[in-house]
């Protein structure tokens, strides 16, 4: 099964590796932590196929060589490890609020294409009508319910809620 995982992170390292000029600056950090990691995840997945299917005693689950096992296990879960909290670490923080108020991020090396993917007008749009919304019923008030009425499946029949003054 991790084969199989395995192949279609390649695969989609590859499709990606096509549109690496539009991945912005920090963000190709981490696709470069992606691909460097790829021979390290190949050989620790190796050793695993080897140490369930193999009779050589060298990768026996039983009583591997320990040279096997840190050479071809250990050393690589470090260095990905490792790998990816450096460049976790060091990717500039997206903040949702620019997103949110409309600001575009060209001090983070935004394309023509990522400006126009993210088009801020609707959530703009979308605020002034919320905004619009609270000073509606700040105006008009909220008179309270008042009580259920109804007796059974005739849900709201008799009740009386919300009603703008």
Known sequence: MLVFIYIGLFL????TARDFNKITRGERRMFVA???SLPFIAVRILYGILSQFSNSKTFSMMNPQIWARVLMSVIEEFVVVIMFTIVGLTIPKFSGDMART??????????PDSVTACQTYPVQQGQQAYQGQQAHEGRQGYQGYQGYQGTGP?????RQG???A
Request: no cysteine; charged share 10%; aromatic share 4%.
């Open 12 to 15: 989609l390292t590859m499709i």
């Open 34 to 36: 992606i691909v460097l």
């Open 102 to 111: 409309g600001i575009q991020q060209a001090s983070r090396g935004s394309s």
């Open 154 to 158: 005739e849900l709201g029949s008799g």
């Open 162 to 164: 919300y009603a703008p």
